[in-house]
């Protein structure tokens, strides 16, 4: 290494051992900032709201039909995991933007892991509603309680992660981040 009086000297031990991330050098990494928003706001994070409430409204329905034998919770269940189909693929078009879009968003593995989990997601969900759409009540126990169940858990999965990007990693917000 070359010292300020122009010699060259050798690196110690503890300077050897610092490891570095080739990947935090590139300077887009820190270029997370979300661009598909409404004043700085991501609009996926404000839809995912959405299929995440459904998702979960669709098992708690099933359950209901599985306690009670009304017929009323069988169509709660479909219209619910089918507008949590039909938001969530709305969300997922605009993540998908952002990911493309958005230098820092790209190069984290991360946001790709989060990709994969709402493709999972997204198509148990479409499943879900469609397996329902002949018999709605027919097709609840067991088949379409257990899909819920898939559905609920992936949708936690994925929701946490997608809150992983936000807050491990800054993703979306507003501001450059140093991380
Ligand atoms: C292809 C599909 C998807 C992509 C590419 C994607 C991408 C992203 C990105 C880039 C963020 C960071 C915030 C932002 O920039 O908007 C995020 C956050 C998030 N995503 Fe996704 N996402 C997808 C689908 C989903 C789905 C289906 C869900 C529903 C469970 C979901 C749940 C979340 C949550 C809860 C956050 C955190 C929002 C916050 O707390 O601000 N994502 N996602």
């Known amino acids: 290494m070359a010292a300020p ?4 000297r050798r690196l110690t031990f503890k300077q050897r051992r610092r490891l570095a991330d080739p990947i935090q050098d590139i300077v887009s990494f820190n270029d997370t900032e979300s661009k598909i928003a409404i004043a700085s706001h991501p609009i996926h994070a404000m839809m ?4 995440i409430a459904l998702a979960f409204s669709t098992l708690g329905a099933d359950v209901m039909y599985w306690v009670t034998g009304d017929e ?6 479909l219209y619910a995991v089918g507008i949590a189909f039909a938001v969530g693929v709305l969300a997922a078009i605009a993540g998908t933007v952002e990911l493309l879009m958005v230098p820092g968003i790209r190069i984290r593995s991360a946001s ?3 990709f ?3 493709m999972v997601l997204l198509s148990v969900l479409g499943l879900n509603w469609g397996f329902r ?15 819920s169940a898939l559905a609920a858990g992936m949708t936690g999965i994925t929701g ?3 809150g992983k990007l936000v807050f491990d990693y800054g993703i979306g917000m507003h501001g450059k981040v140093d991380r």
């Open 5 to 8: 009086d122009g010699k060259q």
């Open 48 to 51: 995912v709201a959405f299929p």
């Open 72 to 77: 009323f919770w069988p169509r709660v269940a």
């Open 112 to 114: 790709w892991t989060h």
């Open 116 to 118: 994969i989990l709402a």
């Open 133 to 147: 759409l002949e018999d709605p009540v027919g097709v609840v126990l067991p088949w379409g309680f257990l899909l």
């Open 160 to 162: 946490w992660h997608g």
